[in-house]
């Protein structure tokens, strides 16, 4: 019964009303890590895809409130994952051995991790995953997908992903599960250019990065997460009033958004942009009180604590 993975919180939104949610309980929260797949289809042009299709992947989980994800390409804001690899000298975060994979996801106490590979066949794409123990590093479930539709593909991994975490039927049935495609963008193109974006982002490569983060937002003007991202780029590279613009142009299409991107963004925006520091703060709680696991919200609500001048709650997030 989902009512035995589940408890009903009373919890204020940003607006300071009083919201009655349904959440997991933390016994029934999972955690994944997602890695590169290795492309073995002997063609370099879709090298892309080697971290385009997990990103796809992971966009896909973060609808699901029993799920934290983390990835090397998400982790700009506090994990480091990304860091580590290049250190290890994997720059794109691709091709590092399962051993070392395993320990990263093992070092962030981690539940699983998901890599895989990338093959070409008569009949399209071929997905092989291999979902991994993180702490003993066994196998958990290898399953292959055949098709041309890469967002296609990556709702089904996703899908089979939780069934093989054991996550309630129920949850699984009734939980949010736009198509990949819904939440990111229709376009291959601008996809591709997206990932590439993100890529460069990841790797602190600012300048890269805006180039292919334009290209993505030319081919879809509605691609949200790509306009987000582009506003956080344009701040490192201390272009304010393109930051504002990319701003408003996710905002405008926020309902693309999973509802944690979409906590996200209404954090940074109230912050930066709108100059609303207690809106901002009262975001950042209500998403830690959905999501107690996300890394994310809990770095932002210990600065916002910070700024505050609360020293304890500063570091009671933190830990």
């Known amino acids: 019964?989902?009512?035995?993975?589940?408890?009903?919180?009373?919890?204020?939104?940003?607006?300071?009303?009083?919201?009655?949610?349904?959440?997991?309980?933390?016994?029934?929260r999972r955690s994944v890590a997602l890695f590169s797949f290795d492309n073995e289809t002997g063609d370099t042009a879709v090298n892309w895809l080697s971290y385009g299709f997990p990103v796809a992947v992971e966009e896909d989980l973060y609808q699901d409130m029993f799920l934290r994800v983390v990835s090397p390409w998400s982790d700009w804001y506090s994990d480091g994952l990304m860091r580590e690899l290049s250190e290890a000298g994997?720059?794109?975060?691709?091709?590092?051995?399962?051993?070392?994979?395993?320990?990263?996801?093992?070092?962030?106490?981690?539940d699983v991790l998901l890599r895989g590979s990338l093959q070409q066949a008569d009949s399209g794409l071929v997905v092989e995953s291999e979902l991994y123990d993180a702490a003993r590093g066994h196998l958990i479930a290898r399953h292959g997908y055949t098709g041309d539709d890469p967002f296609e593909l990556a709702d089904r991994v996703s899908d089979q992903l939780k069934r093989d975490l054991g996550l309630p039927s129920v949850q699984i049935a009734d939980a949010p599960d736009l198509p990949a495609a819904e939440i990111l963008t229709h376009s291959v193109s601008a996809f591709r250019h997206y990932a590439m974006g993100v890529l460069a982002f990841s790797n602190v490569d600012n300048t890269d990065a805006e180039r292919w983060l334009a290209a993505a937002v030319d081919d879809d003007s509605t691609f949200a997460?790509?306009?987000?991202?582009?506003?956080?780029?344009?701040?490192?590279?201390?272009?304010?009033?393109?930051?504002?613009?990319?701003?408003d142009a996710a905002g405008e299409h926020a309902y693309r958004l999973p509802e944690r991107k979409r906590l996200l963004y209404r954090t940074l925006d109230y912050l930066v942009y709108q100059q609303e520091p207690e809106r901002a703060f009262r975001t950042a709680q209500y998403w830690v009180e959905l999501y107690p696991d996300d890394i994310d919200g809990r770095q932002l609500l210990s600065e916002l604590n910070g700024n505050r001048g609360r020293w304890e709650e500063e570091i009671a997030q933190l830990d």
């Open 90 to 110: 994997f720059v794109e975060g691709v091709g590092a051995p399962l051993a070392l994979t395993r320990k990263l996801a093992a070092d962030r106490h981690i």
């Open 1 to 28: 019964p989902l009512g035995a993975a589940t408890t009903t919180v009373v919890v204020e939104d940003e607006a300071g009303s009083r919201v009655e949610r349904i959440v997991p309980r933390n016994e029934f």
């Open 225 to 247: 997460l790509a306009h987000f991202i582009r506003a956080y780029n344009f701040w490192f590279l201390n272009r304010t009033e393109e930051a504002g613009a990319a701003m």
